[in-house]
């Protein structure tokens, strides 16, 4: 659970792709038919299994589009292990995206019929990105009630700003990216753990790498562009 949330969290930060004539989306796949796939590392390099995107609806309406990502997780053999959609909004500048989406649904899923209250803010993402923005903070808290128990759970999405460009090389090709921080939190009863993130963006292209690290900085995953289909 706790390595689907943190790659779900890395990746809503900054999926990109190319930006259609008729979508306000520069950062964002918002284009019916787009696809990328990931294939996700361990610390110590070792495949542990990859990831399908692809947007299986978009609405323009005005100056505003909608769209929907499908996301399908297959492990290190290649059995399918996690699924989930989520809901991408692009008004003028700017591309928000639904809170809940922090969320993965198969956690939904286990939590059945039992009261769940859900509130927090969306995830925002500039078309325009230079070297030393900050970018707004993004949160989701949920309660659950059970047999007159109340739980709680947050995730956090903190700190977020441009670091910097870079040119990074994967299996896809080499790009030119802009290069995102961001500190992922998450608390629940009472465990508390924070989860920093980098991810790298190519304009026209997606999400080229993206790597999480614990508390003090060492490694504990990484993700890299295998393909990318218009």
């Given at each position: 659970?706790?390595?689907k949330?943190?790659?779900?969290?890395?990746?809503?930060?900054?999926?990109?792709?190319?930006?259609?004539?008729?979508?306000?989306?520069?950062?964002?796949?918002?284009?019916?038919?787009?696809?990328?796939?990931?294939?996700?590392?361990?610390?110590?390099?070792?495949?542990?299994?990859?990831?399908?995107?692809?947007?299986?609806?978009?609405?323009?309406?005005?100056?505003?589009?909608?769209?929907?990502?499908?996301?399908?997780?297959?492990?290190?053999?290649?059995?399918?292990?996690?699924?989930?959609?989520?809901?991408?909004?692009?008004?003028?500048?700017?591309?928000?995206?639904?809170?809940?989406?922090?969320?993965?649904?198969?956690?939904?899923?286990?939590?059945?019929?039992?009261?769940?209250?859900?509130?927090?803010?969306?995830?925002?993402?500039?078309?325009?990105?230079?070297?030393g923005?900050?970018?707004?903070?993004?949160?989701?808290?949920?309660?659950?009630?059970?047999?007159?128990?109340?739980?709680?759970?947050?995730?956090?999405?903190?700190?977020r700003?441009?670091?910097?460009?870079?040119?990074?090389?994967?299996?896809?090709?080499?790009?030119?990216?802009?290069?995102?921080?961001?500190?992922?939190?998450?608390?629940?009863?009472?465990?508390?753990?924070?989860?920093?993130?980098?991810?790298?963006?190519?304009?026209?292209?997606?999400?080229?790498?993206?790597?999480?690290?614990?508390?003090?900085?060492?490694?504990?995953?990484?993700?890299?562009?295998?393909?990318?289909?218009?």
């Open positions: 659970m706790k390595t949330l943190l790659f779900t969290l890395a990746f809503l930060t900054c999926i990109t792709t190319s930006m259609a004539q008729d979508n306000c989306s520069k950062f964002y796949p918002m284009n019916e038919g787009v696809s990328m796939e990931y294939t996700n590392y361990n610390k110590k390099g070792k495949v542990e299994g990859v990831s399908s995107y692809k947007v299986v609806e978009a609405i323009n309406n005005g100056n505003v589009t909608n769209a929907t990502m499908a996301i399908d997780l297959k492990d290190n053999k290649g059995k399918d292990a996690y699924s989930t959609t989520y809901n991408l909004t692009c008004t003028g500048n700017m591309v928000t995206l639904d809170y809940e989406s922090l969320l993965p649904s198969e956690m939904m899923e286990q939590y059945g019929d039992m009261d769940i209250e859900i509130s927090g803010n969306d995830i925002e993402i500039p078309n325009d990105l230079s070297v923005q900050k970018l707004n903070d993004a949160n989701v808290a949920m309660k659950i009630s059970m047999s007159g128990i109340n739980m709680n759970m947050t995730v956090d999405m903190t700190n700003n441009v670091e910097k460009k870079e040119s990074i090389s994967t299996p896809a090709g080499t790009y030119d990216c802009y290069v995102l921080y961001s500190e992922n939190r998450s608390k629940m009863m009472m465990a508390n753990q924070v989860y920093p993130s980098r991810v790298w963006l190519a304009e026209g292209v997606g999400m080229v790498k993206q790597e999480t690290y614990k508390k003090n900085g060492d490694l504990m995953s990484s993700t890299l562009l295998t393909a990318h289909s218009k």
